[in-house]
């Protein structure tokens, strides 16, 4: 889908290349990341696919098509662009500023109005409270989020995305990567995504290209990379703890089919049943659902002991936290830290339950990919 | 909404009323047959009619001149010539009103006409001068954001940097109405008519009251309309 051949960038003045010779063919629909350190030309490489920057040697070809002699508009208005500064327009409601490329393509004013009502939703903004609003009213994650819907709104097929979620704080941040790779199963966008977080690169792309000094050192898939790192310098940037950081690149659905936990239990069940179960059980604790299946609560082997009862539902006491299995294992290993609980309840979208992922499962899946 | 309205109505109509009432209590009152002479409904209507025609003609030219200047000197292929005019602007803004008005004088003549000139000459240096700046102010990622997009430089122009940089430019235009205002009334001196002729007059035959009076008149617009762009400015710009 995007093809760079040979791409060289010198700036004006200066005598050092800022990208140098660069090779990169990013295929339909993938999420190819850039990583590297500050200067390395992860920028100019990406402003040169929409042509900010025109290289000063080698081809670029977007779907086949030479880009260097395409129309300049045209070429632009069909890649959506998050700038690394954001650059909302300050004089613009949130609503105009997302509206940017639907008004320079002159869609109907209606259907511009529900599409941005649709991203503003996508990228959770609520359009009743955020549509009125001008830039300067917004936190520097909304503001970003905001910069992510305009690429979107008119549904490029490419997008080129400078750090889009650099501002959103790690839980936000999450929860928009989660959000984005759904969106992106559903579209097939080819992506060319900018970050300084290798984490991000590791959950979110096909493939990754790590950068040094205007050249590519290494392109591989996320897995590659992590087991066979080119040399030091991406060993050193992927860091110590790889086996780790494998736990991003695995769904939870990818494994919960596997393990075979023990059945939920029904919340008439009694006291002896329960206790059978609980013995059967690795984590020493069982879930309750209701009859539709949704996720009541959880009884571990202390609540048999301290309360007195006959069936389940004098027994169970609230879960804390639940993840769904679109979510990766390193996710779900954050929620049992942060409860301090061995294992996590996987739920769907309407809390029914689906399975329990528990620490020995992600030591054993670390384990068997080392 | 009537609320609204008669707090924007408020302060112009008690600038009109004192100026009426000044206008009033000077003609009624005059101090001795000199001053009633001098001071009569007719003249100073004439003076305000003559003063408004100079700062009217001269502004709309200045401002249309200006903003046109100052966009032209914005785009990237003037940038150079752009510092250098900034540069003589502010030199220009320098020259005193009265010298301005007396080189035209040997250019041009007496008359009307070349007090509109240099007023609009002198007017146009802070309109260019912040179009200029406020164009060139615009952060550039904001300018490279609407380029990725897919604007051209036309609709960059008309849809981003002139309404960011609209207050800047309003600023100019307001700072030069009250210098024109100021300026207009040194027109008398080549045959320009304005509020000018009231103060000469006055100082000429030592009557303090025609002075104060054409002063004040001069005074009041300044400030009357400096309040008007300003409060018609907020109105329009709502983002910051
Ligand atoms: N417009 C420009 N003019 C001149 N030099 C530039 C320009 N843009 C970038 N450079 C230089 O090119 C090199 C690569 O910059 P680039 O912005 O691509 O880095 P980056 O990888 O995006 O860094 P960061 O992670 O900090 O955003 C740097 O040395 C930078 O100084
Ligand atoms: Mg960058």
Known sequence: MIKLEGISKIFPGQKHHAVKNLNLEINKGDVCVLVGPSGCGKTTTMKMINRLYEPTEGKIFIGGEDALNKDLIKLRLDIGYVIQEIGLFPHMTIEQNIATVPNEKHWPKEKTKEKVEEVMNLVGLDPKIFKDRYPAALSGGQRQRVGVARAMVADPPIMLMDEPFGAVDPITRARLQNEFLRIQEGMEKTIVFVTHDIDEAIKMSETIVVMREGEIVQHATPSDLLSAPADEFVSNLVGRNRSIKRLHLIRIHEILEELGRVKPIPEDTKTDEIKKRLDESATRTVMVVDSDNKLKGVIGVNDLKQKTGEVAADYYQDVMETITNDATLNDALSVMLECGEGYVAVVNENNQYEGTITLGDLLNVVKEDS | ?240
């Open chain 2, 1 to 240: 909404m009537l609320q609204n309205i008669w707090k924007w109505l408020i302060i112009p109509l008690i600038m009109i009323g004192i100026g009426t009432a000044i206008v009033i209590y000077a003609v009624n009152n005059p101090t001795d047959s000199i001053v009633a002479r001098m001071l009569t409904y007719e003249r100073i209507f004439r003076v305000i009619r003559e003063h408004m025609a100079l700062l009217l003609i001269s502004m709309l030219a200045a401002t249309f001149v200006g903003v046109a200047a100052g966009i032209m000197l914005s785009r990237p292929r003037l940038y150079y010539a752009g510092r250098v005019v900034e540069n003589i602007v502010n030199v220009g803004q320098t020259i005193p009103s009265l010298a301005i008005l007396a080189l035209f004088f040997t250019i041009l003549g007496l008359g009307f006409r070349t007090a509109v000139f240099a007023l609009f000459l002198y007017s146009i240096l802070p309109i260019l001068r912040n179009t200029f700046a406020g164009i060139d102010g615009v952060d550039y990622s904001i300018i490279e954001a609407a380029r990725g997009m897919g604007m051209n430089s036309f609709r960059i122009l008309t849809k981003i940097e002139l309404p960011i940089a609209f207050p800047i430019i309003v600023a100019g235009i307001r700072t030069a109405v009250v210098i024109n205002v100021g300026a207009a009334t040194l027109a008398t001196f080549i045959a320009g008519g304005g509020l000018g002729d009231l103060i000469v007059t006055g100082l000429s035959v030592h009557r303090d009251m025609i002075i104060v009076t054409g002063a004040t008149i001069a005074a009041l617009t300044a400030i009357l309309l400096d309040y008007l762009i300003g409060r018609v400015e907020e109105k329009i710009v709502r983002w910051s």
